[in-house]
Protein backbone atom coordinates (compact mmCIF):
# COMPACT_ATOMS: atom_id res chain seq x y z
CA UNK A 1 0.00 0.00 0.00
CA UNK A 2 1.79 2.99 -1.08
CA UNK A 3 1.69 6.41 1.84
CA UNK A 4 -0.86 8.07 -0.40
CA UNK A 5 -3.28 5.81 -0.63
CA UNK A 6 -2.58 5.04 3.44
CA UNK A 7 -3.27 8.75 4.39
CA UNK A 8 -6.71 9.25 2.07
CA UNK A 9 -7.59 6.31 4.24
CA UNK A 10 -7.03 7.81 7.30
CA UNK A 11 -9.01 10.21 6.25
CA UNK A 12 -11.74 9.15 5.49
CA UNK A 13 -12.02 6.48 8.27
CA UNK A 14 -11.62 9.22 10.48
CA UNK A 15 -12.94 11.97 8.81
CA UNK A 16 -9.80 14.56 9.71
CA UNK A 17 -8.00 17.48 8.01
CA UNK A 18 -4.55 17.82 7.54
CA UNK A 19 -2.61 20.11 5.20
CA UNK A 20 0.47 18.04 3.63
CA UNK A 21 1.80 20.15 0.75
CA UNK A 22 5.62 19.07 1.18
CA UNK A 23 4.88 15.00 2.63
CA UNK A 24 6.70 15.66 5.53
CA UNK A 25 3.29 14.20 7.86
CA UNK A 26 2.90 11.21 5.58
CA UNK A 27 6.81 10.36 5.78
CA UNK A 28 5.97 10.89 9.80
CA UNK A 29 3.00 8.49 9.58
CA UNK A 30 4.69 6.19 7.90
CA UNK A 31 8.13 6.06 10.20
CA UNK A 32 5.64 5.89 13.38
CA UNK A 33 4.27 2.88 11.83
CA UNK A 34 7.45 1.26 10.80
CA UNK A 35 9.28 2.29 14.48
CA UNK A 36 7.01 1.97 17.58
CA UNK A 37 5.58 -1.41 18.86
CA UNK A 38 2.28 -0.77 20.40
CA UNK A 39 1.43 -3.88 22.33
CA UNK A 40 -2.34 -4.83 22.78
CA UNK A 41 -1.87 -4.44 26.64
CA UNK A 42 -2.09 -0.88 26.12
CA UNK A 43 -6.19 -0.48 24.18
CA UNK A 44 -7.94 2.16 26.35
CA UNK A 45 -5.00 3.02 28.49
CA UNK A 46 -3.28 6.31 28.59
CA UNK A 47 -0.28 6.97 26.15
CA UNK A 48 2.57 9.91 26.66
CA UNK A 49 4.14 11.55 23.11
CA UNK A 50 7.43 13.42 23.87
CA UNK A 51 8.68 15.20 20.89
CA UNK A 52 5.61 14.90 19.23
CA UNK A 53 6.55 16.80 15.94
CA UNK A 54 3.11 17.34 13.99
CA UNK A 55 1.32 14.50 15.37
CA UNK A 56 1.71 11.12 13.55
CA UNK A 57 1.46 9.27 16.42
CA UNK A 58 -1.75 10.24 17.29
CA UNK A 59 -2.89 10.30 13.88
CA UNK A 60 -2.11 6.53 13.89
CA UNK A 61 -3.05 5.14 17.42
CA UNK A 62 -5.53 7.41 19.21
CA UNK A 63 -8.00 4.88 18.40
CA UNK A 64 -5.81 2.62 20.70
CA UNK A 65 -6.01 4.99 23.73
CA UNK A 66 -8.72 6.91 25.70
CA UNK A 67 -6.01 9.70 26.83
CA UNK A 68 -3.05 10.73 24.61
CA UNK A 69 -0.92 13.93 25.32
CA UNK A 70 1.17 15.91 23.40
CA UNK A 71 4.21 17.21 24.65
CA UNK A 72 6.16 19.56 22.07
CA UNK A 73 8.87 22.49 22.51
CA UNK A 74 8.33 24.04 18.43
CA UNK A 75 5.28 26.01 18.87
CA UNK A 76 5.52 25.62 14.32
CA UNK A 77 4.94 21.87 15.05
CA UNK A 78 2.59 22.71 18.25
CA UNK A 79 0.51 24.66 15.75
CA UNK A 80 0.78 21.50 13.16
CA UNK A 81 -0.43 19.00 16.06
CA UNK A 82 -3.59 21.15 16.86
CA UNK A 83 -4.24 21.67 13.20
CA UNK A 84 -3.55 17.79 12.11
CA UNK A 85 -5.74 16.52 15.52
CA UNK A 86 -8.44 18.67 15.74
CA UNK A 87 -11.19 16.12 15.58
CA UNK A 88 -9.59 13.99 17.65
CA UNK A 89 -11.59 14.38 21.08
CA UNK A 90 -8.56 12.41 23.38
CA UNK A 91 -5.74 14.06 22.22
CA UNK A 92 -4.31 16.94 24.26
CA UNK A 93 -1.45 19.46 23.04
CA UNK A 94 1.56 20.84 25.12
CA UNK A 95 4.53 23.20 24.85
CA UNK A 96 7.33 21.95 26.65
CA UNK A 97 10.53 21.02 26.34
CA UNK A 98 11.71 17.42 27.60
CA UNK A 99 14.43 18.07 30.03
CA UNK A 100 15.21 16.30 33.36
CA UNK A 101 13.67 19.15 36.02
CA UNK A 102 10.85 21.51 34.94
CA UNK A 103 11.05 25.50 34.64
CA UNK A 104 13.74 26.26 32.82
CA UNK A 105 13.85 28.43 29.83
CA UNK A 106 15.85 26.77 27.20
CA UNK A 107 16.75 27.35 23.75
CA UNK A 108 15.40 25.29 21.14
CA UNK A 109 17.54 25.40 18.01
CA UNK A 110 16.75 24.19 14.36
CA UNK A 111 18.37 21.52 12.32
CA UNK A 112 20.08 22.69 9.66
CA UNK A 113 20.01 19.87 7.08
CA UNK A 114 16.07 20.11 7.68
CA UNK A 115 13.76 22.39 6.09
CA UNK A 116 10.96 21.56 8.64
CA UNK A 117 10.73 22.02 12.48
CA UNK A 118 10.71 19.19 14.04
CA UNK A 119 14.54 18.25 13.75
CA UNK A 120 15.05 21.27 16.47
CA UNK A 121 17.18 20.40 19.86
CA UNK A 122 17.58 22.00 23.53
CA UNK A 123 20.29 19.19 23.34
CA UNK A 124 22.34 19.67 20.04
CA UNK A 125 24.60 17.01 20.41
CA UNK A 126 26.96 17.41 17.27
CA UNK A 127 27.30 20.84 14.62
CA UNK A 128 24.68 20.40 12.29
CA UNK A 129 22.24 22.64 14.52
CA UNK A 130 22.27 26.54 14.09
CA UNK A 131 23.06 28.38 17.55
CA UNK A 132 22.72 31.29 16.10
CA UNK A 133 18.74 30.78 15.62
CA UNK A 134 16.41 30.16 18.73
CA UNK A 135 13.10 29.89 20.24
CA UNK A 136 12.61 30.01 23.86
CA UNK A 137 10.44 27.54 25.42
CA UNK A 138 10.10 26.32 29.30
CA UNK A 139 11.05 22.54 30.42
CA UNK A 140 9.19 19.79 31.83
CA UNK A 141 10.42 16.68 33.45
CA UNK A 142 8.78 13.35 33.46
CA UNK A 143 8.17 13.90 37.43
CA UNK A 144 6.10 16.77 36.49
CA UNK A 145 4.39 15.05 33.38
CA UNK A 146 2.58 12.57 36.07
CA UNK A 147 2.24 15.66 38.13
CA UNK A 148 0.69 18.30 35.97
CA UNK A 149 -1.29 16.27 33.82
CA UNK A 150 -2.93 14.32 36.79
CA UNK A 151 -1.11 10.74 35.64
CA UNK A 152 -1.11 7.72 37.81
CA UNK A 153 0.04 5.34 34.92
CA UNK A 154 1.44 5.61 31.65
CA UNK A 155 0.82 2.66 29.48
CA UNK A 156 2.88 4.11 26.57
CA UNK A 157 5.51 6.67 26.05
CA UNK A 158 7.28 7.40 22.85
CA UNK A 159 10.28 9.52 23.27
CA UNK A 160 11.61 11.14 19.95
CA UNK A 161 13.29 14.52 21.28
CA UNK A 162 16.15 14.91 19.57
CA UNK A 163 18.86 13.68 22.08
CA UNK A 164 16.70 15.24 25.34
CA UNK A 165 15.65 11.92 26.02
CA UNK A 166 18.95 11.55 28.07
CA UNK A 167 18.59 14.39 30.89
CA UNK A 168 14.57 13.45 30.17
CA UNK A 169 14.94 9.77 31.54
CA UNK A 170 18.03 8.82 32.95
CA UNK A 171 18.19 8.02 36.70
CA UNK A 172 13.87 8.43 36.71
CA UNK A 173 12.07 5.85 38.23
CA UNK A 174 10.12 3.85 35.33
CA UNK A 175 8.20 1.68 37.31
CA UNK A 176 4.93 3.51 36.66
CA UNK A 177 5.47 3.67 32.70
CA UNK A 178 4.61 0.15 30.72
CA UNK A 179 5.77 0.28 27.53
CA UNK A 180 8.34 2.63 26.06
CA UNK A 181 9.29 3.42 22.59
CA UNK A 182 12.22 5.76 22.30
CA UNK A 183 14.22 6.75 19.64
CA UNK A 184 17.86 7.33 20.88
CA UNK A 185 20.03 9.92 19.10
CA UNK A 186 24.44 9.85 19.08
CA UNK A 187 23.58 6.65 20.30
CA UNK A 188 27.40 5.44 20.38
CA UNK A 189 27.69 7.91 22.95
CA UNK A 190 28.53 7.55 26.74
CA UNK A 191 25.07 9.26 27.61
CA UNK A 192 22.91 7.43 25.44
CA UNK A 193 24.58 3.54 26.46
CA UNK A 194 24.28 4.51 30.43
CA UNK A 195 20.26 5.42 29.17
CA UNK A 196 19.90 1.88 27.47
CA UNK A 197 21.34 0.28 31.05
CA UNK A 198 18.99 2.33 33.06
CA UNK A 199 16.07 1.58 31.48
CA UNK A 200 17.04 -2.11 30.96
CA UNK A 201 17.35 -2.15 34.66
CA UNK A 202 13.38 -2.35 35.10
CA UNK A 203 12.43 -2.70 30.72
CA UNK A 204 13.44 -5.45 28.73
CA UNK A 205 14.02 -4.96 25.08
CA UNK A 206 11.23 -6.51 23.12
CA UNK A 207 12.33 -4.89 19.61
CA UNK A 208 14.53 -2.88 17.91
CA UNK A 209 14.60 -0.98 14.78
CA UNK A 210 18.22 -0.32 13.65
CA UNK A 211 20.63 1.13 16.44
CA UNK A 212 18.57 4.01 17.65
CA UNK A 213 15.18 2.55 17.65
CA UNK A 214 14.43 0.81 21.19
CA UNK A 215 10.84 -0.58 22.50
CA UNK A 216 11.05 -1.47 25.86
CA UNK A 217 8.34 -3.59 28.31
CA UNK A 218 8.07 -3.43 31.76
CA UNK A 219 9.44 -6.24 33.41
Known sequence: MGIETLLKMIYLRNMLKFNDKDGHLADRIKSVRRSYYVPPS???????DVG????????????????????????ESVNKI???????????????????????????????PANYSGGASTYCGDDKYDLDVY???????LEDVFGRFNIDRINYLKVDCEGAEVPFLLDKILFRVDNIGMELHWADQQPAKRLIDHISKTHDIVKRRGKNIYNFRIK
Open 42 to 48: VDGGLAV
Open 135 to 141: EEVESIS
Open 52 to 75: ANVGAFPLVYHKRFSRIICVEPSQ
Open 82 to 112: LENTENLFNVEVYRYAAHDISGVTLRLHPYK
